[in-house]
């Protein structure tokens, strides 16, 4: 017993070094699914992120992810104040949709003073305006069997330059904070920020935040889109999926 | 003289819960590396002011132990539900077999200066046990193991919570906000550090085969000079 505790704090390092095999192993991945279930239940489907006061934002909201896409295409957009630019909305949807600007910001709209929060741990409060993704999602009329909204985004990111991408299910999708923003502190969105718009789904964490969306699509799985994760992260380096904790 | 000191369930609830604050602390560390600042208030990111910066965690200390800040999530956010359905199973069966009253429970009369006094100089003198009552806890004792129970877990699990922007958004706000609730995070992290360091050093000092043995078996030799008192 002397041998084993002297093992447990002595050789830690190793003990520790054999754990990291063990990282992505199914009974620690099924903990996203059980907090996800357990969150739902507690806190309930529609509940809302806090909101706060104008004077409760952070003095300066830093930029994370993609500062600047960068792309051709991208900076083609960006030239002209992105007029030409288009929200396509298809997939499972019955009418696909191509959305202006001008047209997003004449859809009922949704100003939310929140608090972005990064995986990494750090936090920003900031506010945003958009229209509800729900209410886009109403104008395009899910199918029947869509199950996920998949957000493809400008930026392609890394040496790989793999594209951005997001998605989240229709809980969320639908959740009255869920919004498609083109503003942030009252101003247009920033390219920093995701010019021109970007996806606010306030009960998860900042990379779920997809910026610069050029895409919105319906699906019934997420197999088949990247790596089948669900997201750039979660392909890439194993973030959870859902991203509410 | 062998003594039945801890009841299953007791054994059974340190045992599980050793072993999630094992994984919990260095997966907590290699997360804190992605971000080794802390603030005060609602918000905190690299333009605001951070009480605390300090350098990154080097990696024998944390879990994995190379920068994989998905990694370290899937293993804390894994035990934190062991820790904390442990505890939610532990404490109430505690109090229904009277373990918390019995043994945890914290009288006036411990608390006196100079019983403290005393108490103190006998830890110095490596005299953990009263003679008279060999296998109760002295005052130190229940002080930690109550400290941990009832303010340094629950902390930690709530503190957690509250930094999950999918939890009750009120949770935060009783911590003065989700980046006072990850410095209190922190704080109580290092407190139970302490706490382990200073238990483990103590189940050495009081004679680790005895005090392992008993938390495994539940059989505890009360030691020679107690017996020879007694």
Redesign the interface.
């Given at each position: 017993m002397i041998t084993r505790r002297g093992l447990i704090v002595s050789g830690g390092a190793t003990l520790l070094a054999g754990c990291d095999a063990w990282s992505n192993s199914p009974i620690l991945l099924n903990a996203d699914e059980a907090h996800r279930y357990l969150q739902r239940s507690i806190t309930g489907r529609a509940a809302l992120a806090r909101e706060f006061r104008p004077d409760q934002r952070s003095p300066r909201f830093r930029t994370n992810g993609t500062a600047n896409p960068n792309t051709p295409e991208y900076n083609a957009l960006a030239a002209n104040g992105f007029a030409d630019w288009r929200l396509q909305v298809g997939g499972m949807v019955q009418r696909p949709l191509s959305l202006s600007l001008a047209q997003l910001r004449s859809l009922p709209q949704r100003a939310q003073i929140t608090r972005h929060d990064c995986v990494e741990g750090w936090s920003a409060i900031g506010k945003w305006q958009g229209p509800q993704l729900e209410q886009v999602l109403r104008l395009a009329g899910l199918r029947d069997g869509a199950r996920y909204i998949v957000f493809h985004c400008a930026d392609v990111f890394g040496q790989r330059k793999i594209p951005y991408y997001e998605s989240i299910d229709l809980i969320d999708a639908f959740h009255p904070q869920t919004i498609l923003a083109w503003s942030m502190n009252d101003t247009p969105l920033g390219v920093g920020h995701g010019a021109p718009l970007r996806l606010r789904v306030e009960r998860q964490l900042g990379y779920k935040q997809a910026k610069y969306l050029m895409r919105i699509e319906a699906v019934a799985s997420l197999d088949g889109i990247g790596r089948g994760k669900g997201g750039f992260w979660e392909d890439i380096a194993g973030y959870e999926w859902y991203a509410g904790i | 003289m062998q003594v039945y000191r801890h009841r299953l369930i007791t054994r059974i609830w340190h045992w599980i819960n050793a072993i999630a604050v094992?994984?919990m602390i260095?997966s907590g560390l290699m997360?804190?590396n992605?971000?080794p600042?802390l603030y005060w208030g609602?918000?905190?990111?690299?333009?605001?002011h951070a009480w605390l910066k300090l350098p990154q965690w080097p990696?024998?200390l944390?879990?994995?132990?190379?920068y994989?800040?998905?990694?370290?999530?899937?293993?804390h956010?894994?035990f934190?539900?062991v820790l904390a359905f442990s505890l939610l199973v532990y404490l109430p069966w505690s109090l229904l077999n009277r373990h918390l009253q019995r043994d945890l429970r914290i009288r006036r009369a411990e608390l006196a200066p100079t019983h403290l006094a005393e108490d103190l100089e006998a830890h110095w003198q490596l005299r953990f046990h009263d003679p008279a009552d060999p296998k109760a806890y002295n005052i130190f004792q229940k002080a930690s193991y109550a400290g941990v129970l009832f303010i340094l877990l629950p902390l930690l699990i709530f503190t957690g919570l509250a930094?999950?922007?999918?939890?009750?958004?009120?949770l935060?706000?009783v911590f003065g906000g989700?980046?006072s609730a990850?410095s209190l995070h922190f704080i109580a992290m290092a407190l139970l550090s302490l706490f382990v360091v200073v238990h483990?050093t103590l189940?050495i000092l009081a004679g680790?085969?005895n005090e392992?043995?008993s938390m495994?078996t539940g059989w505890w030799k009360a030691p020679k000079d107690a017996e020879e008192a007694a």
């Open positions: - | 094992l994984v260095p997360i804190f992605a971000h600042r609602n918000y905190g990111a690299n333009f605001d990696g024998w944390t879990l994995p132990s190379t994989d800040l998905a990694g370290a999530r899937h293993w956010l894994a934190a539900l930094l999950a922007p999918g939890m009750w958004p009120w935060a706000d989700r980046q990850r483990l189940v680790p085969v392992v043995g495994i």
